[in-house]
């Protein structure tokens, strides 16, 4: 299934990560320069900030192979203005751009707080313009606020358990990591919460998959068929089984229950693989087989 977008789900995953983590890095750079000498903030969060760039890095090449001519990927950028696909290409090359400087300020131990906001607002709105992509196609599997619900909340659970997961290597106590995290962990669990009410709401029209008219909308010519909406529901919810259960065993961490540090490296690859599960639901509502 899908064997042709494994690219492009695994691009705008990282993506989500990239900007996740450096927008929770960010601000607890930030929290920590106002409480904090700037050498402690800076080696604190200066490991997490270099493996964004990589990460982002990744996706951007991963998403070449999903283009039919990966050479000529660089026109994709001439449309600017008139395609959210040239947007998203925009940004995620300017996103790379300035966490360059900021890595390279930080080789040079600097802080610059006004860098890492407008570095912070990119990524934003690279998730953004990529969440425009598809629900400006007008299919009803995409065109649903539920698509921007998905991909940021992708963004805030992955930057999420990927900073703590960062900060549990840091050697730095629970407590204060507990601190710096609990309210990025409750908010992930909120966007849990939302993404679970977008379902529900959805469901309705995906039992109309006998409606002619709703069918071709929802997905393309080429999948018509129950055994999509049943695989888009299996995703779903086996997706949020692991993404509750990473995301409480993150919550137990940080609440300093007598767990180690591994448990947030299993709350990362729980979360990850929910996202990926509901992330083939997402594109199987469009792709198909």
């Given at each position: 299934m899908l064997r042709k977008e494994w690219p492009l789900i695994i691009s705008t995953l990282l993506a989500q990560l990239a900007a996740g983590m450096f927008i929770i890095l960010?601000?607890?750079?930030?929290?920590?320069?106002?409480?904090?000498?700037?050498?402690?903030?800076?080696?604190?969060?200066?490991?997490?900030?270099?493996?964004?760039?990589?990460?982002?890095?990744?996706?951007?090449?991963?998403?070449?192979?999903?283009?039919?001519?990966?050479?000529?990927?660089?026109?994709?950028?001439?449309?600017?203005?008139?395609?959210?696909?040239?947007?998203?290409?925009?940004?995620?090359?300017?996103?790379?751009?300035?966490?360059?400087?900021?890595?390279?300020?930080?080789?040079?131990?600097?802080a610059n707080q006004y860098l890492l906001a407008l570095t912070g607002l990119t990524g934003v709105l690279n998730v953004f313009s990529m969440a425009c992509i598809y629900f400006k196609t007008g299919k009803l599997g995409w065109a649903r606020a539920g698509t921007f619900v998905s991909f940021f909340g992708s963004l805030i659970i992955l930057g999420t358990l990927g900073s703590v997961l960062v900060f549990a290597n840091a050697k730095i106590d629970v407590v204060s990591i507990s601190a710096l995290s609990l309210k990025p962990t409750i908010l992930s669990g909120i966007f849990l919460g939302l993404e679970l009410i977008s379902f529900l709401m959805f469901l309705p029209k995906l039992r109309l998959i006998d409606t002619e008219d709703t069918l071709d909308q929802l997905v393309s010519s080429s999948s018509l068929n129950q055994d999509i909406t049943n695989r888009y529901r299996s995703f779903k919810i086996g997706g949020w089984f692991l993404s509750f259960l990473g995301v409480g065993l993150l919550f137990i961490y940080l609440q300093g229950g007598q767990t180690g540090a591994y448990t947030v490296l299993i709350s990362f690859i729980l979360a990850f693989s929910s996202e990926l599960l509901g992330r083939c639901a997402f594109f199987a509502l469009g792709f198909g087989d």
């Open positions: 960010a601000i607890t750079r930030m929290v920590l320069l106002n409480g904090s000498d700037q050498e402690f903030a800076l080696q604190f969060t200066r490991l997490g900030i270099a493996l964004v760039g990589p990460i982002i890095a990744l996706g951007m090449v991963l998403s070449l192979f999903h283009l039919g001519n990966p050479l000529r990927a660089y026109r994709s950028i001439a449309k600017i203005g008139k395609s959210w696909l040239s947007w998203e290409v925009f940004f995620s090359t300017v996103f790379l751009i300035l966490w360059f400087i900021c890595f390279w300020m930080d080789r040079i131990s600097m």
